[in-house]
T-cell receptor, first 117, second 109 residues
Framework: GAVVSQHPSWVICKSGTSVKIECRSL??????MFWYRQFPKQSLMLMAT?????????EQGVEKDKFLINHASLTLSTLTVTSAHPEDSSFYICSAPRLAGEPDTQYFGPGTRLTVL | QKEVEQNSGPLSVPEGAIASLNCTYS??????FFWYRQYSGKSPELIMSIYSNGDKEDGRFTAQLNKASQYVSLLIRDSQPSDSATYLC?????????WGAGTKLIIKP
């Protein structure tokens, strides 16, 4: 089956540093990828929709300058958390639909646990 | 009112019994509905999708949809300890998934 990978699986960083998270579709091309954030005991919150070759679409309340998204190829999207602070500590998950516009073909990456000290 | 609502639980069910998970949604125009399972520290995995009113069965899982009542449910028969997880209901809106908060299910041996 289709696989979506994320790297790193976990990261610990100091406050003020930037962290880049990669999301790759391994056996299919994804024109769209989704980035979610999940705080403990809460549901997934969609942060942004990453579009290959164009700007990402951010959800209301998500700071574009803080969460930089780049979808440079059909198999790779990156999320950079700039000037990270402890409140950015969370579980970040990406997903990609194998077929554009078909949510039930959506595959999730394993997630990245970010801890900001 | 949240777009997708679930009881957060925890829902405790004896092993071998039927677990019933419920979800309501607010957008009458929604056409696609999904149940995901999420183990602690892991990402969600799709269990069932349902598009038409009625029941859809897959192994021990049955999804039920009632669009008139804006209600979707998931039944798990012969519950196993490995079914203990958080179950997330999601509804398709404009090709994005709108998520419920999830119901934590505990299967007691």
């Amino acid at each position: 089956g289709a696989v979506v990978s994320q790297h790193p699986s976990w990261v610990i960083c100091k406050s003020g540093t930037s962290v880049k998270i990669e999301c790759r579709s391994l056996d299919f091309q994804a024109t769209t990828m989704f980035w979610y954030r999940q705080f403990p005991k809460q549901s997934l919150m969609l942060m942004a929709t990453s579009n290959e070759g164009s700007k990402a679409t951010y959800e209301q309340g998500v700071e574009k300058d803080k969460f930089l998204i780049n979808h440079a190829s059909l198999t790779l999207s990156t999320l950079t958390v700039t000037s990270a602070h402890p409140e950015d500590s969370s579980f970040y998950i990406c997903s990609a639909p194998r077929l554009a516009g078909e949510p039930d073909t959506q595959y999730f990456g394993p997630g990245t646990r970010l801890t900001v000290l | 009112q949240k777009e997708v609502e679930q009881n957060s639980g925890p829902l405790s069910v004896p092993e071998g019994a039927i677990a019933s998970l419920n979800c309501t949604y607010s957008d009458r125009g929604s056409q696609s509905f999904f149940w995901y399972r999420q183990y602690s520290g892991k990402s969600p995995e799709l269990i069932m999708s349902i598009y038409s009113n009625g029941d859809k069965e897959d192994g021990r899982f049955t999804a039920q949809l009632n669009k008139a009542s804006q209600y979707v449910s998931l039944l798990i028969r012969d519950s196993q300890p490995s079914d203990s997880a958080t179950y997330l209901c999601a509804v398709n809106r404009n090709y994005q998934l709108i998520w419920g908060a999830g119901t934590k299910l505990i299967i007691k041996p």
